[in-house]
Every structure is written in C-alpha cells, then in structure tokens.
C-alpha cells in the first residue's frame, strides 16, 4: 500500500485532531471573552484576540488571574475561574 | 447449490502489513509523549480540575478517565514493537518437531478437523474439499475429519461422498470444545488443525505454518481470520450519484479528491479483524502470549494433551472430596481396555464440571494454560499471513451473540480464575491477559463517556471545573499526541472502526459483566452461518437511548443558553456538544447495522 492510501486509512485520526484544534481553540476565544465582559475589562482590539495574547499589565489586574497560577508560565493560557458553578 | 457469498469468491486477502524500523520508532516517540502527557493530564484532573460541587458526577467520570489511560498504558505496551516469529522450512519428518528423537521417524501427520452442528451441508462440504486440497512439498499424512455434533446422516452422506471421515458422538457435552475432544480421542496426528464449518483453508496453510513446529517448544500458531463476504460498499461518489444525479456525482468527487475514498455501506458490522489479528495479536509475538482463537489454528497434539490433563488436575483439584474420589476411580488403570476407554469417557464427562461453561473462552483458556507453565514453556505464534478465509456474522443477532460470547467467557476467566495474578506468567505475558480483560471491562467507563455529555446538556453541570484554557491547555496536548500517536501505531488500517464498535458494544459488554458477576449459566446458540432474518431494534435500544437522550439534551441546552436559563456556557455547550456527535456516530453505527440488509446479488 502506498503512503497515500495509508494516510487515507489513518484520516479519522487527523480529522479528530483538526476537530479538537478549530474546536478547542473556538471555546477558549468564547469563554475569554465572556470572563472579559463579566470581569468589566476592556476587550482586546480585536474580539477574537484570546487573553493569552492580551499584555501582562491586563492579566495583572484580574482578580482571579491566581486561579490559573499552577499552569507552567510558559503555556498559562487564560484566568481560568469556574464562572458557571452552579452555586454561584 | 447457491450461496450468498459465491459473489466473493474471487477476493483475495490482504497482505499483512509491513513493519517499518522509522514508522516503529515515531509511533514508540509519539505514544511516549501521549503516555506522559496523559499522566499530566490525569494528575490535573485529580487535584485541580474537579468541580467538588457535583462530585457525583465529577469523580466517576475522572475514575473512568483513570481507568481507560490505564487501559491506554496496557494498550500502547501492546503495541509497542512487531516482532514476527522467525519462519523456518516445513519439517520433513516429525523427529525434526521434537526435543528428543522419536523411536521411529516418519512423515508428519495432521488431522484437520471440521467441526460442525447445524450448518448446511453443501456449506461444509466446501470447506471439506478445500481442506482436501491442502499441498505440503514433502510427503505428509494428512485427515480429514468432519466432527458432525448436529449426528445428521446427511452430514454422514456428504462426509462419505468427499472420501473424509465422519465423526460424531450421542450427547454434546462441552458443545464445540467437547466435540473437539471427542475426535482427539479417535484420531492420531501429530498435529491438529481446528475448523469451523465455514473456514476454508488455502492449499499453502500447513506448508506455511508447520516450520515453527520445529521449536519443539511451540504449541500452537493461530493464523489470522478473514472474512472475504465482508460488504465493501459502494463509493461516495457514486452512492450520491444514484441520488442526486450529476450534481451528486461532483459533489462526491470534490469531498473524495479531499478526504480520499469513502465508501459508504462498507462493513456493517464493523467487523474487520485485521486490527485484532495484524497489529494487537501479531504484536503479542514479542511477549510470547498471542492467544488461540480457534479456528485456522494449528496445534501440536501433546500441548493439547497437556492442557487437558492440566484442566483435569484442576477440576480433581477444585472437587469436593465425594467428586474427587469417584473421579480417581473413574481413571485408576483397568486390565480391560474397554472398559478403561469408557471410564476415561466418564472423567472426562466429569471434567466439563470445570467452571467454564462458556465454549469460546476454551481457547485463550487453554493459551493461558499452556502459557502458566514453568518447566515447559510453551510458545504461541501469530503467523501473519491470512491462510484461510470464513464467513462474517450477516446479521445483528449473529454478530451479538458472537461478541457476547467472546467478552463473557474471557470475563469468566478474569473474574474466576484470574491468570494476571496467579503464578506462571512472565510479566509481559500477565500484562497481555490484563489487557483483553480490562478491555472487557472499559464497558463500565464507556458507558460513563456515553452519559457524561448527556448529563451535562441536560442540567448544565459541568464536571469540570470550567472549559477553559487552562483546561483545554491540559487535555488538548494528550488527545492530540494520543490520535497521531495511534495514526504512527496502526499505520495502514483504520482506526476508527475498532473505536466505534468498542465504544457502540457497550451493552453487550455490560450485559457480559453482569452474567459474569452473578455467574449466570448463559446457553449459548451456535453462530449462525447464514443470515438470520429480521428486525434488531430491540438489540440496540441501549445505543437508540443515548443517541435519544443527546439529541433532547443538546436541544434543551442550547434553548436555555438562549433564554439566559441555567447554568450552561457557550463553551460547555460547544464541547459538550461535539462530545455528543461523537458518540451519536458511533451508535448510529450499531443502530444502521439494525437494519441492513445484503444487496441482491
């Protein structure tokens, strides 16, 4: 069988990790910019720039920016806060 | 007469797939680097990423996370390196197949037994005519025998037209494995192969296979099974051409010049076993613990012997003291041989009072036997090559009664005479039998995959903390090293089909569990050859259920995320929802496979 047909035979696999990037990446843009609205912070310029990517004066003045502190500096990707608890 | 599958006679198997030292070497880095992030990935859900207010929800589903990345470590060490057992030339002579040189050297015998109940007649009578056309390149003394448990006259008739030789018994005790027994008991070979009613053999099987024997140490080599009746479908292509014309037809064209060829209609039943036979069985090589199957398998008779007398030994063993003297008295040497011959017939009887009333689990029962013991080592071999070809399950009710049957009895075996713990076993070979057990069990925490969205979609809790960045910055690295890790591992082959039937199979398996667990006495009918007529709905409304039940809670989720009711978020609804459609595809899969029907020839 050639590399073509083989690569055919795996495409579920590659179809799930494109799913899980686009989808993954869409949910985070989401649940950013609802924390941004609720938290009353000025939204990037552009909406769909996620927080990862604000400066580090913005993420200094979140309140809850602790709750993601145990994420290795180097990926910290967003407050990360349970906004949706039930009890809350 | 006319068969079905007369239309497929001109298929050819598939070669076995080739082993590459580059792909093997990305597929090892790749599941390293999913097996680590894995572990990172649990621990955070452990000890930072429980939403503690629903923890009844939130701690079975990471229990069951934890269990199926344990069951991922057993899987990806099973997969980890393909190692074929070394070919060597057919034996001439059966003093080549031993240890020691026998008394008097002749040709190698094998019986070939064609093990039947109440399959059509002229069915069997092809798989009798191919095993008559086995070829060897030296000479051989080669039986055929028909092992005929339905004690049909047609059978008898059909077996005398062929020139083989029938055998039969008055009861049937042990069904398959007490049919097999009872032609041991009058036959002679060296070797035996095993048959189904509808495994017909290729002329090249014992050349192929007979040269492992020469490892006086090898019990048995399993060949892989193919189904050559398996639906191929019809491509997309041409399924939307049939439907909507021309514009059908390009719009195929277009999506197949993207994603390469879909068939649509292609193995119903998900059936495929070049997954269990190419990469998990061929892979166990290494490990010395590939599993007899049954059928195209060939054995050498003295292991069998000495799995029979094993399993004897442990039923005198497990007896009450009353059982285990009549037993002794039964097999104590006697000066007339009848009568000795027919009390080792009553032990033997006797002997079906093991604990394993589950036919089929008398093959990996007897690997493990084999496997267990410490002065003589047996070996097992995955012979790679297809050397056979057999019909698939045509119907729902077939193909349940089939996977029932495998996941009850190897349960059977876990749950009451677990080989992962007992002595014998070299730790890769326990780490084997653990993992088609924990298999077995991964219905319990499919079930809670099956559920865990739907729970969501209808209540808005989530079970975890929040599906944010950090979680996804978490699960996303694993989940994707895990797919391109087992797009490395399984090169060649779709995985996606072993997926869908694991995850859609779960009924059957929690249904084997339960029997298992309240050692329910389950009759098992034989496997029907031929398909069974009817409507299956019944057989999956578990699958229809969860499909039902996701369907409603995405609706209702996402009319309360529009109304501002509840507790649901854009992206707990998003991923909930993708969630959802996975599974919802996997189970249509069950629920389509309710319904089919062969084309007309």
Redesign the interface.
Known sequence: MSWRDNLRKGRSHLITVAILLVASSVIVRIEDSALQREAHKPQPRNQMVPLRHASPDVLAADPKRERCGDVPSGRRPCPDINRRRPTD | MNFYFQQFEHRRPPEPLRRSVIGERIWQLLAITSLILGAWYIGWRWT?SL?W??AWFALPLVIAESCAYFGLILFTLNLWTTRDYPRRPPPERIGQCLAEPPAEDRPVAVDIFIATYNEEEELVRLSIRDAKAVSYPHPINVQVHVLDDGRRETMRRVAKEEGVNYITRDNNVGFKAGNLRNAMEQTHGDFIMICDADTRVFPTILEHTLGYFRDSDVAFVQTPQWFYDIPEGITLTNWLGQRAGRPGRWMGAAVETI???IRIGEDPFVNDPAMFYDIIQRRRNVYNAAFCCGAASIHRREAVMFVALRAFAAAIDKATREDKSRLLRLIRPRKDPEAEALARWQAAQEQELTPYKFHVSEDIYSSIVLHQDRERRWKSVLHPSVESKMLSPQDLLTWTIQRFKYAGGSLDIFFHDNPVTAPGLSLGQRLMYLNTFWSYLGALWNVMFLCAPIIYLLT???PV?????????H??PF??AN??A??AG???????KG?VSYLASFPIGLRAIWAVIRRQKIKFPVTPKERQEGNYLNLVWPQLGIMIATLLGFGWAAGCYWLGVG??????L??NG?WGLNNILAMSIMVKAAFWKPEEA
């Open positions: 930072d939403n207010d629903a994603f390469g060829e808005g809790i989530p903390d929040a599906y944010t960045g950090d979680f996804f910055a699960a996303l989940l994707v797919e391109l087992f797009l399984t090169w060649g082959l779709s995985g996606y997926k507790n649901f978020s854009a992206g707990g998003i991923a993708l």
